[in-house]
């Protein structure tokens, strides 16, 4: 099988690897600058808690040319950088094959076959539709990733925690499509179920990045700090709630509370989330996906969520201030 990773950073790099070294596949890259010179000099690099793990790359380029049609695209970029990424993917893309895109946050695809959106592109996140243009919706698997991982250095991915990856359908269901990623993934080394309901599974990951994350963003706090601030904590609560209503709304209810989920997030311990780590590196921050969406859905169907619009304020106002999100 013909894979390529788009985006050999810290999720793109601990699949590209583990998958390369599971051998008999071709685990191509599309990587620019830094990156594509230390997969070129090194191959695949991970770092786990179990040991490290080297594999060589078959193809190496920064022009989707080179790397020609792929079997499966794993899209491991940053949200931000999607759009300009995607309309570069042609090449790669035949008649049958797979994109799976690895990221935060809510998909593009994410308004298609929910009542009071219409199918209609949710433009917090694919403005213009310029994302659904480019990566055919009927070629797309859903892949929801619970694993912490950071790049300290180009080209080296290290894993701390998580080794979860969850696949599924857009559209609901099982299919043969979807059982094939999970056992390609399963025989790399990952927790990867193909499930049915995997849009529900991409919410109720979103239900726990949507509050820390910005917040940790904003503040410079690791996560038990944030839920070691009663006031901070209700806070949280507050905008969860908030998006528990949505998620009902839209056939991804959530059964627990948000005290349950603060419990599973506070066995993380002094953790940094990643759009912390974004802010920290001067990286761009992935609010669209994990807060404005939310915003803008919840708008569209007629849900008020005062909470999640004050965090989207203050979020978006730091971004700016800071240079790390686009002006108005």
């Not at 793109?12 to 990156?35: N, P």
């Not at 199918?119 to 994302?131: F, N």
Request: hydrophobic share 45%; with cysteine.
């Amino acid at each position: 099988m013909r894979i390529a990773i788009v985006g050999a950073g810290a999720i793109g790099g601990l699949m590209g690897t583990r998958l390369a070294a599971a051998g008999g596949h071709e685990v191509s890259a599309l990587a620019r600058g830094a990156t594509l010179q230390a997969l070129r000099q090194h191959g695949w690099r991970l770092q786990e808690p179990e040991g490290a793990l080297q594999a060589p790359a078959a193809r190496l380029s920064d022009r989707t040319a080179d790397l020609g049609e792929q079997d499966l695209i794993v899209i491991a970029v940053k949200a931000p950088a999607l759009a300009e990424v995607a309309a570069q993917l042609a090449p790669m893309i035949g008649a049958r094959t797979r994109i799976l895109p690895a990221m935060n946050g809510v998909p593009w695809w994410f308004g298609q076959g929910i009542g009071g959106l219409d199918g209609q592109a949710l433009q917090s996140v694919d403005p213009g539709g310029r994302i659904a243009a480019a990566l055919p919706f009927s070629q797309v698997l859903a892949c929801v990733v619970h694993a912490s991982t950071s790049t300290p250095e180009p080209g080296l991915a290290r894993r701390s925690m998580g080794n979860r990856l969850i696949v599924g359908e857009p559209q609901g269901g099982l299919s043969d499509r979807a059982e094939a990623v999970s056992r390609l993934l399963t025989q790399a080394g990952f927790d990867a179920p193909a499930v049915p309901d995997v849009r529900y599974h991409l919410w109720y990951k979103l239900w726990g990045n949507l509050t820390m994350n910005p917040i940790t963003a904003i503040t410079g706090a690791t996560v038990d700090r944030v839920l070691d601030d009663p006031l901070a904590r209700r806070f949280c609560a507050d905008a969860m709630l908030e998006a528990q209503a949505v998620g009902e709304r839209i056939g991804c209810a959530i059964a627990e509370t948000p005290q349950d989920r603060h419990a599973v997030t506070r066995k993380l311990g002094a953790f940094k989330t990643s759009m912390l780590q974004d802010v920290e590196a001067g990286r761009a921050m992935e609010l669209d996906g994990i807060v404005t969406a939310v915003h803008e859905i919840a708008l569209r169907i007629g849900v008020a969520t005062p909470n999640i619009d004050a965090l989207l304020a203050m979020a978006r106002l730091f971004g700016r201030s800071h240079g790390l999100y686009p002006a108005a």
